[in-house]
């Protein structure tokens, strides 16, 4: 070893040789870590493009219907063959709650029922790929009129039974107010929306690869939001007939099949069925 190979840690300088091999780690050290970097925002999935207009109230009116769950139903104009186009809004509560404990404080008050009625709601619309939900963000003080109204045309289909793959997320969060409102990182907080009264909603794939939501009820049509709280947020199996309340879907769900878990990678990595008949009526009208 030559007098200038040899260096010891406290002289004022290193010889060349030693600084070329350090400089040459650290660049490569460096190069590494820009690659991961890169590699691993790559890698996340984007946020979805749902919104939540939070602070910014909208006065809504339509027609009150509890069945299957509290929806405003908007008239959108007609079609071609002159019936009325349905937009069916989500009603959901202020928090971590359901629209029913609003709605019925609101009946209370006025000492009329509002099922049927025209009302004229204020409140915070959230709304992503196709869906609209309205938080009634004052609570019973969101209903602010309630008029006679003539019954509306509904467009009420019963489909086959399906086995479907997908997430239950609950509404209210995945469709706007969180990002991300889905998956493992988001499980606790959709299980309290859940608990707390607001619809389950299964998140899954047609046959032709878009995207579809049930909104998860008992066979019978009662709330089955205690029963799905442990499986909420995993990519799970179940069965069940679908009914198409206008534009949007049910899952009636046979509870004595038993909710089926599955792997993480599972979720949404293939369609929900094999059959096309579901993809191709899911958003005809009569």
């Known amino acids: 070893m030559s007098e200038q190979d040899f260096y010891i840690g406290y002289l004022p300088k290193m010889p060349n040789g030693h600084w070329r091999k350090i400089r040459s780690f650290l660049a490569g050290v460096g190069v590494l870590a820009i690659v991961a970097a890169f590699m691993l925002v790559k890698g996340q999935n984007d946020f979805n493009t749902a919104s939540f207009e939070l602070g910014k109230p909208t006065v809504v009116s339509g027609i009150l219907t509890t069945n299957p769950v509290p929806l405003l139903q908007v008239v959108q104009g007609n079609d071609l063959s002159g019936q009325a186009v349905i937009q069916s809004i989500l009603l959901i509560g202020f928090g971590k709650h359901g629209a029913e404990a609003a709605l019925d404080s609101a009946a209370a008050k ?55 793959t997908g997430e239950i997320a609950d509404p209210k969060c995945y469709f706007g107010v969180m990002k991300p409102g889905e998956g493992k990182v988001h499980r606790s907080c959709a299980a309290l929306c859940i608990a707390g009264g607001i619809p389950p909603v299964l998140k899954t794939k ?81």
């Open 206 to 286: 047609l046959a032709d690869g878009s995207t579809a939501y049930l909104i998860v009820k008992g066979g019978n049509g009662e709330a089955v939001n205690q029963a799905v709280l442990p499986v909420v947020g995993q990519a799970v199996q179940l069965s069940g007939q679908v009914v198409r309340y206008d534009d949007w879907l049910v899952l009636e769900w046979d509870q004595s099949q038993a909710i089926e878990t599955l792997g993480s990678l599972m979720i949404l990595d293939a369609p929900m069925c094999t059959e096309k008949g579901l993809a191709a009526v899911t958003y005809s009208s009569n």
């Open 110 to 164: 006025r000492k009329m029922p509002l099922e049927g009625k025209l009302l004229t709601l204020e409140g915070t619309l959230i709304y992503h790929d196709g869906k609209t939900l309205l938080e009634l963000t004052k609570g019973p003080a969101a209903v602010l009129q309630v008029e006679q109204a003539q019954p509306i045309r509904r467009d009420i289909e019963r489909l086959p039974g399906y086995t479907f």
